[in-house]
């Protein structure tokens, strides 16, 4: 059984900063990559940022700058932090990912709860 779970969601003001975490666990022989969506009420999830472990991270254009993720696959977890922080970052924030149960086993997908962000004054 495979969990992702997030954590450090919360309320920040605009301009402020959060770091969200994720943890994986559970029967695991590698993580080949790991990232963040989010998604706000009536809206497709969207991608925020990927970390293919062992190349260059990408992000979307809405939080390129502002946002930094990183990760171990050792650690099986994955950050975001969240800096200039704007009203429109409120969202849902998930974490995804891409990994092998076994030797030789398929590539399956797993997605966490979600953590609430709320930016506001």
């Known amino acids: 059984q495979v969990q992702v779970v997030e954590s450090g969601g919360g309320l920040v003001q605009p301009g402020g900063s959060l770091r969200l975490s994720c943890r994986v666990s559970g029967t695991i022989f590698r993580i080949s990559t790991m990232a963040w969506y989010r998604q706000t009420p009536g809206q497709q999830r969207e991608f925020v940022a990927r970390i293919p472990f062992g190349t260059t991270p990408t992000y979307s254009a809405a939080v390129k700058g502002r946002f930094t993720i990183s990760g171990d696959d050792n650690e099986k977890a994955v950050f975001l932090q969240m800096n200039s922080l704007k009203p429109e970052d409120t969202a849902v924030y998930y974490c995804?990912?891409?990994?092998?149960?076994?030797?030789?086993?398929?590539?399956?997908?797993?997605w966490g709860q979600g953590t609430p962000v709320t930016v506001s004054s």
């Open positions: 995804y990912a891409l990994l092998k149960k076994q030797l030789g086993g398929p590539k399956e997908d797993y």
